[in-house]
Antibody, heavy 116, light 113 residues
Framework: EVQLVESGGGLVQPGGSLRLSCAASGFTFSNSWMNWVRQAPGKGLEWVANIKEDGSEIYYVDSVKGRFTISRDNARNSLYLQLNSLRAEDTALYYC?????????WGQGTLVTVSS | DIVMTQSPDSLAVSLGERVTINCKSSHSVLYSSNNKNYLAWYQQKPGQPPKLLIYWASTRESGVPDRFSGSGSGTDFILTISSLQAEDVAVYYCHQYYSTPRTFGQGTKVEIK
């Protein structure tokens, strides 16, 4: 059974940092593109970033470029998102999801709240 | 960026009735080299992550009831629920994976009348 478990969310002040993690199991993680998708409270879905199987290709939505960094550790079956220079508008539930095309598996998400 | 626009934003339908949700993309998501539409549909129930229903515009994900179907090509797509069930109350999103950044429609909320 595929499982994706996000962690690392919390309350942080504007300008602060957080590191999100996504622990994967039940599939061959090293063979899968991975994504981060976020959802602000009561709002729709926004793709944030993705990373190729070996980490050689990385893409971001413009609003997070230069502030967020996606990475992975295939030996640990883990995906990461480093969030720096956080803004109020980054407040959201952050999901990890599999696949470079349609997102076939999603975690339950981890909540990031940016507030003073 | 490809903008995905869904209509309507919400709808209320009686149990057993047909539901139709439209999704329009600002650029074609049909890749001519393989004749595939890079378009998916998701269902999101309250407090849950999105669930993949349809991909390549019309391929039903394994385990998804056959009352759900997807159609369309190029820039215009439709998600149809042939006979609404109580468990189908949710928000539905279309999603293009033709180009980066990946983008989603704003969502369509389906309720029971």
């Amino acid at each position: 059974e595929v499982q994706l478990v996000e962690s690392g969310g919390g309350l942080v002040q504007p300008g602060g940092s957080l590191r999100l993690s996504c622990a994967a199991s039940g599939f061959t993680f090293s063979n899968s593109w991975m994504n981060w998708v976020r959802q602000a409270p009561g709002k729709g879905l926004e793709w944030v970033a993705n990373i190729k199987e070996d980490g050689s290709e990385i893409y971001y939505v413009d609003s997070v470029k230069g502030r967020f960094t996606i990475s992975r550790d295939n030996a640990r079956n883990s995906l990461y998102l480093q969030l720096n220079s956080l803004r109020a508008e980054d407040t959201a539930l952050y999901y990890c999801a599999t696949n470079v095309y349609h997102f076939d598996y999603w975690g339950q998400g981890t909540l990031v709240t940016v507030s003073s | 960026d490809i903008v995905m626009t869904q209509s309507p934003d919400s709808l209320a339908v009686s149990l057993g009735e047909r539901v139709t949700i439209n999704c329009k993309s600002s650029h074609s998501v049909l890749y001519s080299s393989n004749n595939k539409n890079y378009l998916a549909w998701y269902q999101q129930k309250p407090g849950q992550p999105p669930k993949l229903l349809i991909y390549w515009a019309s391929t039903r994900e394994s385990g998804v009831p056959d009352r759900f179907s997807g159609s369309g090509s190029g820039t215009d797509f439709i998600l149809t629920i042939s006979s609404l069930q109580a468990e189908d109350v949710a928000v539905y999103y279309c999603h293009q994976y033709y180009s980066t950044p990946r983008t989603f429609g704003q969502g369509t909320k389906v309720e029971i009348k």
